[in-house]
């Protein structure tokens, strides 16, 4: 029995307790005085440090004001005299996010020579304490040297184990598996002919019930269960290269472990598409990092993989990558892009190098927000990488991409066979470095290189990629996991943002979206669209009929409810899709951030699958053409939403 004090009335001190408080009393009270007189002197001694920091990071804003002003540069701010509070923190904030990319680029070319005394050191104390012991013992002055070191020592407290064994099938059937009931719903949505209503199959296997042992009676509410609309609104082609990074967004999203009841797995998206002459062409994307937990979990796009690519090794996703292409039926002669956002692309190089020996015909490789310096691309694969230049992570190898041309335009650098292109995209409030890593502001990036191609050579490459993108494409999901585990991994090791601040819960928004006539199912999540700490809100919604939302104000009141999530939760931005079971080849997509200025900033999608759709909608729902357009809208537009950022 566990020890406990069962419950008595307090009487009061005694004569002896009262002796005792006097003199703690008397012995206590020059103690605390003593300490409180450190305190003070402690605080005074902040105060002036804080103070000469103060100064000396206002002559720095003025500093840094002056060059600017000299260079001429407005990215990412137009800088202001920093005479104002606003003035200062736009100066301070211009310093911090073109610094951060320059130090993580210096810090890791010197990483090997850094960190290489302390690699020797540990080594040594391997040899007489296996804990510690670790390969490579000596060859650790170079970055991937230094990741080696670190994945191996890792290995000893089972920590970034990729493990060898790779399983993968039909994402369709993943889901059966693991998630009968979306796989159901997902079959009635896309029959034409099924009944009006959803209800759910009577042979569909309770995974619930199951685990419980419970003799269950049928779902309450079957349009509930979290996962209906995310899975239903997969898009079925893509169409250019602004649309090859919101479908990376698409991916992520679908395997990112912190979804409600939604798949810990790696979603490799197959793409695949006749020329003229018959011949196949296809598109191979692989997912970014959606768990940053030190320990390998069931989904193989972790930090695991991020290291282990680092120090040069095989991961499991590569191996899936390869896998998955041969299920897909690639064959020898068939042109192949790989593409990626992040992590994704450093699979897809991966991917490319090994591809030769596997029989696969590489013929292009596009990649966003990657790492790319250090890896020896074979000759022949044309590669199009595109870096923001305030995106840590393209520069976190400490190598810059080929460059061979002095004459190019300071924004693409590049071989005949490698071009890089460097861009500085609009950036939202709060002045997060983690908005400048994330598939969506690649997306934008990407329409603006469609738009006005900055070079011959970034011309003829989106020329040569068109043949892979459009009408008459079959796209098919796959997902891949880890043979060596079944242990689901977080996207983060433990949760980074307040859930306490004011402003709609998730759940009350899914559930007011549901209320509205005419809509079928409805999911609310947070993606962490590149870094861990950056959260965009989604809200996937499916309709029976798409005119009553653009008719009336439906959207807009959308727009409001993620709005109050996004300063509930920190977020970026807010992401929004619709569909409807009428016209299922017609999805809506709208990304909504706030940008510096106040201003609201909308991104529109529209995607028609089939001609007929797009001569019936597509006027209706774009009077300008169909396509991607921005739209701005006064920093008032979507009031009333609680917003805690007037003051930044």
């Not at 269950?216 to 893509?238: K, M, N, S, T, V």
């Amino acid at each position: 029995m566990l020890p406990q004090i069962r419950p008595y009335t307090w009487r009061g001190r005694g004569a002896a307790g009262r002796a005792v408080f006097v003199a703690a009393l008397i012995v206590g009270a020059p103690i605390m005085l003593a300490i409180g007189l450190v305190l003070l002197l402690l605080a005074v001694v902040v105060w002036v440090v804080a103070a000469i920091g103060w100064l000396i990071g206002t002559l720095a804003v003025w500093v840094w004001f002056a060059v600017q002003r000299m260079r001429r540069i407005p990215y990412p701010f137009r800088l202001r005299p920093p005479l104002g509070r606003s003035a200062r923190t736009l100066a301070f904030s211009s310093l911090y996010l073109t610094s951060a990319p320059r130090v993580v680029g210096a810090a890791a070319r010197l990483t090997g020579f850094l960190l290489a005394p302390v690699a020797l050191l540990v080594s040594l104390v391997g040899i007489v304490a296996p804990r510690w012991r670790a390969r490579p013992y000596v060859a650790v002055f170079t970055l991937s040297g230094i990741l080696r070191k670190a994945v191996g020592l890792g290995h000893r407290r089972g920590l970034l184990r990729d493990g060898h064994g790779v399983r993968t099938l039909g994402y369709d059937e993943y889901l059966a598996e693991s998630f009968p009931h979306i796989r159901d719903f997902l079959d009635w949505w896309r029959d034409p002919a099924a009944p009006h209503d959803y209800r759910p199959a009577p042979t569909i296997v309770d995974v619930p019930a199951e685990l419980l042992g419970l003799d269950l009676e049928p779902y309450p509410d079957p349009l509930g269960y979290p996962g209906l609309a995310a899975g239903a609104l997969r898009r079925r082609q893509i169409t250019g290269l602004r649309e090859l990074f919101v479908s990376q967004r698409e991916i992520d999203d679908l395997c990112d472990p912190d979804l409600d009841d939604r798949a810990d797995v790696a979603l490799i998206r197959v793409s695949s598409r006749r020329d003229a002459t018959g011949l196949r062409h296809w598109i191979v994307q692989f997912p970014s990092t959606k768990s940053w937990h030190p320990r390998a979990g069931v989904a193989p796009n972790d930090l695991t993989a991020d290291l282990v690519i680092g120090a040069e090794g095989e991961a499991t996703a590569t191996r899936a990558g390869l896998q998955t292409m041969r299920e897909a039926g690639i064959r020898p002669g068939e042109p192949v892009l790989l593409a990626g956002f992040s992590l994704g692309g450093m699979v897809a190089a991966q991917v490319a190098v090994r591809a030769a020996e596997e029989g696969f015909t590489i013929s292009h490789l596009v990649v966003g927000g990657t790492p790319l310096g250090r890896v020896a691309i074979p000759e022949g694969i044309r590669v199009l990488a595109i870096e923001h230049v305030l995106d840590i992570v393209p520069r976190i190898e400490g190598r810059e991409n080929p460059v061979d041309r002095e004459d190019a335009p300071p924004t693409v650098t590049g071989t005949a066979d490698v071009v890089t292109v460097k861009a500085g995209p609009p950036l939202p409030v709060g002045f997060r470095l983690g908005v400048l890593h994330q598939s969506t502001a690649y997306a934008d990036t990407a329409a603006l290189l469609e738009a006005e191609p900055p070079d011959e050579r970034v011309k003829a490459m989106l020329t040569q990629l068109r043949v892979f993108f459009g009408p008459g494409q079959r796209l098919v999901d796959h997902a891949a996991l880890r043979t060596s585990t079944s242990v689901a991994r977080p996207s983060v090791p433990f949760y980074l943002h307040s859930t306490v601040e004011e402003g709609i819960t998730r759940g009350t928004l899914r559930q007011t979206l549901r209320r509205i006539p005419g809509v079928i199912a409805v999911d609310v999540y947070q993606s962490r669209a590149g870094f861990a700490t950056t959260i965009l809100w989604n809200a996937d919604v499916l309709v029976r009929s798409l005119r009553p939302w653009f008719t009336s104000v439906e959207r807009m009141t959308v727009y409001r409810g993620l709005l109050s999530l996004l300063k509930r939760r920190r977020a970026v931005g807010v992401h929004f899709r619709l569909q409807a079971k009428e016209t299922p080849g017609v999805t809506w997509e709208a990304t909504v951030q706030r940008m510096a200025d106040g201003r609201w900033r909308e991104t529109i999608d529209l995607v028609f699958e089939d001609p007929q759709a797009e001569a019936e909608f597509g006027t209706l729902l774009l009077p300008e053409g169909a396509g991607s357009t921005v739209t701005f809208y006064p920093p008032d537009a979507f009031e009333p939403v609680l917003d805690q950022t007037r003051s930044v």
